[in-house]
């Protein structure tokens, strides 16, 4: 969780959230998958923790990405109830595969399932926050008849509102 913290803050800090979020992605697929490249413990250890520590943002910044992308409070628990759905299905699926094929081909198939992942996260928008807000109240001020813009005469006129 501390690594989390860190790539996070600087991501806030020098606003590259998307550039953090793929790059500690990538490198940390790619850590992660050569663990089956070695055989010692102490490779093995180092890679592990490495992939991890790369890897530790990459939840927290697509979780705030999705937050600022719900309209509503409900769009994310849907967002999440797909995620677990999807995570069950594609979890039995890889242990038969690895219970037939073995480790490698679930390291395999974990880096192929990655590029669709990377290109989702590309995608992202990182708006959070205050900007999130700010572009909420932009957006309503400029629907007519929503909360916050002033109708004028000639917009009543034209709504068929007479004085």
């Not at 959230?17 to 413990?41: D, E, G, Q």
Request: net charge positive; with cysteine.
């Amino acid at each position: 969780a501390p690594a989390s913290f860190i790539w996070s803050g600087l991501a806030d800090r020098f606003s590259v959230h998307r550039l953090i979020m793929l790059s500690t992605f990538v490198v940390s697929t790619l850590t992660r998958t050569s663990v089956a490249l070695y055989t010692t413990f102490v490779m093995f250890m180092v890679l592990a923790v490495l992939g991890e520590f790369l890897a530790a943002p990459v939840g927290v910044m697509a979780d705030a990405a999705v937050v600022a992308a719900c309209r509503s409070d409900a769009d994310y628990g849907k967002s999440r109830l797909w995620g677990a759905v999807a995570w069950g299905v594609l979890s039995a699926f890889s242990g038969a595969m690895v219970s037939r094929y073995g480790m490698n081909a679930g390291f395999a198939a974990y880096l192929l399932l990655s590029i669709p992942c990377v290109i989702c996260a590309w995608k992202m928008e990182f708006t959070l926050g205050a900007n999130k807000q700010q572009q909420q109240q932009q957006q309503q001020q400029q629907q007519p008849g929503s909360e916050g813009s002033l109708d004028t005469g000639s917009d009543l006129k034209r709504n068929g509102v007479n004085n």
